[in-house]
């Protein structure tokens, strides 16, 4: 009899979608999983280890999600994982736990063969996909959670330099860092052109708030309360924001954008060649290239 059937696997699925989606704004990888550990009785095989190390439980949760994110029905961003619409409606479209994974798998091989994939030896290859997949997750996984600890760590003053910096790095001219005390609401200030002449003048506000709730609506109105007419908004939270204070900002008729700690990192990635050395040396950062699956 086999070990790990799709029964069980579609049952561990289900239940790791239902812990999810009590999380509408994505949950940590590592979170979920325990989550999901708390909630089932693993069976002698799951709980015990690879050869290679590692817990047979997480391997074998991880590789039903790869189907599941190629069935649209789940997001993976930086270590977050996030259920889609697609993936709710489904979840109540299939009650059955392997009726669910069975579907997923379904989707998968659809995608794949959209992708004009080679199904020679297929087992083979979707095992070794499957694998470098997992193997490339769990390294973003890591690499993230470094990334945020450092941020998170980073003095309050030396963050908000870092911000600075981004932007001059990103074309904007920089001409005002706000100095330790009282800031009025503005950390930075910035314009499109070195003498200032040309309009609007962009407000900063930086949040090195890691730790902390996020910014919610009435945080976001107290900084738009100190936009003028010929001003936009930029409000940098580690934290991030709630969703409705992503919805004031974008219905607002107050430019704002909000950035989390992802938009900062991506910002901060693609603007790295920019940056001098004393900034990159705020958040150093090097590319490793890892095998993975087709996308």
Partial sequence: MAE?????????????????????????????????????????????????????????????????????????????????????????????????????????????????????DEGDDEAV??????????????AWAEIEAHLAAMPPYEFQDLVAAMLAAMGYHVAWVAPPGKDGGVDVIAYNDPLGTRPPRIKVQVKRNANSPKIDVMGLRSFMAVLGEGDVGLFVALSGFTRDADLEARQSHRRVTLIDAARLVDLWVRHYAQLDEGARRRLPLKPVWFLAGEE
């Fill in 129 to 142: 996909e499957k694998s470098a997949t997992i193997t490339l997750e769990q390294a973003e996984e890591m």
């Fill in 4 to 120: 790990v059937t799709k029964a069980r696997t579609g049952y561990l699925l289900r239940r790791l979608f239902a812990i999810l989606q009590a999380q509408p704004e994505g949950m940590k990888a590592g979170d979920a999983l325990a989550a999901l550990e708390g909630q089932v009785e693993l069976t002698p095989y799951e709980a015990g280890e690879y050869p290679t190390g590692g817990r047979r439980f997480e391997k074998i949760v991880r590789f039903a999600t790869v189907d599941t994110v190629k069935a649209g029905w789940l997001v993976k961003d930086k270590g977050i994982w996030t259920v889609t619409a697609e993936g709710a409606q489904a979840f109540q479209r299939h009650g059955d736990g392997e009726q669910f994974y069975r579907e997923a798998v379904r989707l998968y091989h659809k995608w794949k063969k959209a992708q004009s994939v080679v199904e020679a």
